[in-house]
Each structure stands twice: as C-alpha cells, then as structure tokens.
C-alpha cells in the first residue's frame, strides 16, 4: 500500500448527505472517494427505472434552490445541468375543510388564512407573524451554513451579532408547537390544525401537538424558500452534483456496496464486493446501527442515542403509478396532500402526499405520466406483528392510500393505468437502511434536539451524515450536514 493508494476520505453512501460531504471536500482539495451500492446517486431521494417509466424514489419537493441558497449556489459555481421548476401553487391540501393552496407567496397565503378564518383572523395573522419571526432567525443560518458549527471565530461574532434576531426563539425551546396555537386562542380552529399536522408530520415527522416549535415554525416556511420541483426527477441533480465531484477528481464508485470497516495501521479499510479501499477518514451516509454493525462498534454512546431515536420514527409505504396522461388536465408538475379523515391520524394511508411529474419530463411512455405517493407507518408497531402480520397490514395501508386518493382526488384515481407498490422492506434492500426507516428522527418537544449540534465523529476519524444527524430531516438539511461533516474533517 502506498500514500497514492490512501484516500484521504471514503465516503459510504451517495445520498445528498454524503454526496454534500464530498463536493465540499472535493472543492478544497481533499482526495475523495464514494462508494454506492446502487447504480445510482441520491439514495432515498433519487429517480429510478422500471421498465420504460421513471419514478421519484420518496422525496419529491426540495427547498435550496431560491438564489444564494447551497442548492443554487453548487448549480451557479459547477455548471451543473439542473432545470428546477418554481410551482404556484406548490402543494394542493384537500380533506375534510375542502382545498388549501399554497401558493410560492408567502404574503398571498397569510392572507387567504386570514380571509377564510372570519372572526379568527386577526388572530391567525398574529400567529403567523411570530412563526415568521422564528422562521428568519432559523433560515437565515441554512442560508449560510458557515453559521452552522463548528464556528471559526467570524462565525461567531457573526452569532454575537445576530443575536437580536435569535431572540424570538427562546420563549419556544422545549415547547411544542401546540402551546403556540394555544397562545394565540386558535386551539379550536379545525382547518388550521389540520393544515399544521399535515406540514408537520412530512417535515419534522410528528404532529402539532408534538412537534417543538422552533422546528416546526422553520418548517412551516419550507414551501416559500427557495422550494421546487427537478424537472427529470431529483435524480438529476443527484447525478450532476456526482458529476461536480468527478471533475474535481474525485471517486464515485457505483455497484460497490461497502460491508465492513476495520481500523488498522492509522486508517480505516473498508471491504465489500468489489474489493477494498482504505482512508484517512469514513463519512457514512447510513443509520447509526448500520454503521456500529458495519464496523464492529458496540450500540454504546451516540450511536445508542441516536438509534433510539431513529427507532421512534418512521417507514414509508409506496404506490408508483403510472398514469394516463389524457385524463390529467395539468400539463405541469404538480403535488397533492390528501386527508382522508382529520380525526384520524395522519398515518397509514389516511395521510399521503402525491407528486405527478410534467408531461414533458419523459418519464413514461408516451401518453403516460408518473406519480410518486408516499404515507408514513410506524415500524415499531409492524415488526411487533410478524413476518405475516407485517404483511398484511402493508396491504392494508396501500388499500387505505388507495381509497384516499379515490375520496379526495378521483382525477388521480381514474387516471391510474397501473401500480407498483413499495414498503420498508423495499428501502431496506434499495438503501440498506435496517428495517427501511425514512424522514430522520421525529421533532418531539425536548432539549434533547440541541444536544449534537457540534459534528463529531462517533469513532476515530469515523462520522455520520444524513437524516439520523443534525440538522438532518430533508434533501437539504442532509446536504447541509454533508458540508459541516467535510468542514470538521477538514479542521482536523
């Protein structure tokens, strides 16, 4: 083995978040390499083929692209060959209290709350000027992740001087987002919390009731910044930012699934089906008992931390449709949140998101259209069931999405040619995340969020990123993590 042979970081997984890490590296000069089991970028938020048809894997909406943001400024400084498509409206809410659209305006939206809440409307207003005000103490540090740890001294007297702006945080650490509607008398307002705990349970993955709310007040912002759909699929962009990576010399090695890590003589080997590959450093773009099992770690410390945590989260059941375009009278791009029953929970196929690609993206035959519909259910309760009872309560789940699109958007249902379901088994084997958990580790209210804001590695030189890690639960806040594990690396 010679220093030529030696990366200086192997990266395990060409998710966003490890694909952040590695462009963020690449650019300074660091001698990367990626390797994906896949014969392709993006992980759980990718576009795959089957057949003739092309489909997003379970992410369908990204936020970063607004001018400035990571996403755009990568795009600006490689050249990478993106098309992203800025909707209005962004997403189409239907349940019970009839249709919600969200519009790319943030203003335009305040105003249609205010106007369909009557008497409640100038408390509805307060309510979303003080989410507002959390919202910009928040985003402003995603849209300049330098601000993100660990600090250099210019970041923080960059914080010192912001700290005006971070104020209307504090009287929200810890507390759920429920106190918020309880603070501003709209507790009873049926058709706003049922618009809060659908946006809360796609973003910081639980409910109003339960979500801490600076958290959820920065989500809740998520479709007016910078959000918008990759025409092509995010596979696209997964691809072009693999590509960036390339042309700074970079490695992104496909079809080469990584099994185990061993530390020895100063670095880490890590072996797989095509052989091996050591390096100074490991980023490991996977869950957290993932990686203590791929590298003989005991389930101790972080990783025990943040596996409990994972644990309480969730899986995703899927249906990819395809879609007869005659019947869809949208020719762009466009995405659904449907409710079945409001008194329900927001789970299991009563909730589901639904994204149909353009008419011109060539993602299906001609005629045809794909669509991408996503509900989350609790793995907890399924594997407690049993290799058969998992199934048939799988079964269950896309029987129930179906008859929630059918209820609340027969345009869709009609318009289905064929189907083609997918469960946590199916992320598992396609993503290699055990028991195929998705979305990153539910926001409940507690402290317990702020307690690994610092990137450390939870083995010599051996470091996490994507959803299980801080800031985590999105394409961009994964990519976001990527940047300040490779800055970490970088300072070492």
Same mark, same amino acid.
């Given at each position: 083995?010679?220093?030529?042979?030696?990366?200086?970081?192997?990266?395990? %997984?060409?998710?966003?978040?490890?694909?952040?890490?590695?462009?963020?590296?690449?650019?300074?000069?660091?001698?990367?390499?990626?390797?994906?089991?896949?014969?392709?970028?993006? +992980?759980?938020?990718?576009?795959?083929?089957?057949?003739?048809?092309?489909?997003?894997?379970?992410?369908?909406?990204?936020?970063?692209?607004?001018?400035?943001? !990571?996403?755009?400024?990568?795009?600006?400084?490689?050249?990478?060959?993106?098309?992203? @498509?800025?909707?209005? *409206?962004?997403?189409?809410?239907?349940?019970?209290?009839?249709?919600?659209?969200?519009?790319?305006?943030?203003?335009?939206?305040?105003?249609?709350? =205010?106007?369909?809440? #009557?008497?409640? %409307?100038?408390?509805?207003?307060?309510?979303?000027?003080?989410?507002?005000?959390?919202?910009?103490?928040?985003?402003?540090?995603?849209?300049?992740?330098?601000?993100?740890?660990?600090?250099?001294?210019?970041?923080?007297?960059?914080?010192?001087?912001?700290?005006?702006?971070?104020?209307? !945080?504090? *009287?929200?650490?810890?507390?759920?987002?429920?106190?918020?509607?309880?603070?501003?008398?709209?507790?009873?307002?049926?058709?706003?919390?049922? &618009?809060?705990?659908?946006?809360?349970?796609?973003?910081?993955? /639980?409910?109003?009731?339960?979500?801490?709310?600076?958290?959820?007040?920065?989500?809740?912002?998520?479709?007016?910044?910078?959000? +918008?759909?990759?025409?092509?699929?995010? +596979?696209?962009?997964?691809?072009?930012?693999?590509?960036?990576?390339?042309?700074?010399?970079?490695?992104?090695?496909?079809?080469?699934?990584?099994?185990?890590?061993?530390?020895?003589?100063?670095?880490?080997?890590?072996? #797989?089906?095509?052989?091996?590959?050591?390096? @100074?450093?490991? =980023?490991?773009? @996977?869950? *957290?008992?993932?990686?203590?099992?791929?590298?003989?770690?005991?389930?101790?410390?972080?990783?025990?931390?943040?596996? @409990?945590?994972?644990?309480? +989260?969730?899986?995703?059941?899927?249906? &990819?449709? /395809?879609?007869?375009?005659?019947?869809?009278?949208?020719?762009?791009?466009?995405?659904?949140?449907?409710?079945?029953?409001?008194?329900?929970?927001?789970?299991?196929?009563?909730? =589901?998101?639904?994204?149909?690609?353009?008419?011109?993206?060539?993602?299906?035959?001609? #005629?045809?259209?794909?669509?991408?519909?996503?509900?989350?259910?609790?793995?907890?309760?399924?594997?407690?069931?049993?290799?058969? %009872?998992?199934?048939?309560?799988?079964?269950?789940?896309?029987?129930?999405?179906?008859?929630?699109?059918?209820?609340?958007?027969?345009?869709?249902?009609?318009?289905?040619?064929?189907?083609?379901?997918?469960?946590?088994?199916?992320?598992?084997?396609? /993503?290699?995340?055990?028991?195929?958990?998705?979305?990153?580790?539910?926001?409940?209210?507690?402290?317990?969020?702020?307690?690994?804001?610092?990137?450390?590695?939870?083995?010599?030189?051996?470091?996490?990123?994507?959803?299980?890690?801080?800031?985590?639960?999105?394409?961009?806040?994964?990519?976001?993590? %990527?940047?300040?594990?490779?800055?970490?690396?970088?300072?070492?």
């Amino acid at each position: 083995m010679t220093p030529s042979d030696l990366f200086d970081v192997a990266i395990v %997984g060409a998710g966003f978040g490890g694909l952040g890490a590695a462009l963020s590296l690449a650019e300074r000069g660091a001698k990367v390499v990626v390797l994906e089991a896949l014969s392709y970028p993006g +992980g759980c938020a990718s576009t795959f083929t089957r057949g003739r048809a092309r489909y997003e894997s379970g992410a369908t909406l990204f936020s970063g692209f607004a001018k400035g943001h !990571l996403f755009d400024t990568w795009i600006r400084r490689h050249g990478l060959k993106v098309d992203v @498509r800025f909707l209005s *409206p962004v997403v189409e809410l239907r349940s019970s209290h009839g249709v919600i659209e969200v519009p790319n305006d943030r203003a335009a939206f305040v105003e249609a709350w =205010v106007a369909r809440s #009557g008497a409640l %409307g100038e408390r509805v207003r307060a309510f979303f000027r003080e989410q507002l005000a959390v919202a910009d103490a928040l985003w402003s540090i995603f849209e300049d992740p330098r601000l993100l740890p660990p600090f250099g001294g210019a970041e923080l007297l960059a914080h010192v001087a912001r700290v005006p702006a971070y104020l209307p !945080l504090v *009287p929200w650490v810890g507390r759920p987002l429920e106190r918020a509607l309880e603070k501003h008398g709209l507790v009873e307002h049926a058709a706003l919390r049922t &618009y809060l705990d659908a946006v809360c349970q796609i973003t910081v993955q /639980t409910s109003a009731r339960e979500a801490e709310a600076p958290f959820a007040m920065a989500t809740m912002d998520y479709y007016f910044r910078g959000t +918008g759909h990759v025409h092509g699929g995010i +596979g696209v962009l997964a691809q072009e930012l693999s590509r960036a990576i390339e042309r700074l010399s970079g490695s992104v090695r496909y079809a080469s699934r990584v099994d185990t890590l061993r530390r020895e003589a100063g670095a880490w080997t890590l072996e #797989g089906r095509k052989g091996k590959v050591r390096a @100074r450093h490991v =980023v490991a773009n @996977r869950l *957290p008992a993932d990686v203590a099992s791929m590298a003989g770690l005991p389930l101790q410390g972080t990783l025990a931390r943040l596996d @409990r945590e994972v644990r309480s +989260g969730w899986g995703a059941t899927m249906l &990819y449709l /395809t879609l007869d375009e005659t019947k869809i009278t949208k020719p762009d791009a466009f995405h659904l949140e449907l409710v079945g029953d409001t008194t329900r929970p927001f789970t299991d196929g009563n909730h =589901v998101f639904v994204s149909v690609g353009a008419a011109d993206e060539e993602r299906a035959p001609h #005629g045809r259209r794909t669509a991408t519909v996503s509900t989350h259910v609790s793995l907890e309760q399924l594997d407690a069931l049993g290799p058969e %009872g998992h199934a048939r309560a799988i079964a269950d789940v896309q029987a129930s999405m179906r008859r929630t699109i059918a209820h609340r958007a027969p345009e869709i249902d009609q318009a289905i040619v064929s189907t083609m379901p997918g469960s946590p088994r199916t992320f598992e084997r396609f /993503t290699l995340r055990r028991g195929g958990y998705v979305g990153g580790i539910p926001r409940r209210a507690g402290l317990s969020h702020y307690a690994s804001l610092v990137p450390s590695p939870v083995a010599r030189d051996l470091w996490l990123v994507g959803d299980s890690v801080f800031p985590g639960q999105s394409t961009l806040a994964t990519a976001i993590g %990527g940047t300040r594990v490779a800055e970490a690396i970088l300072r070492t």
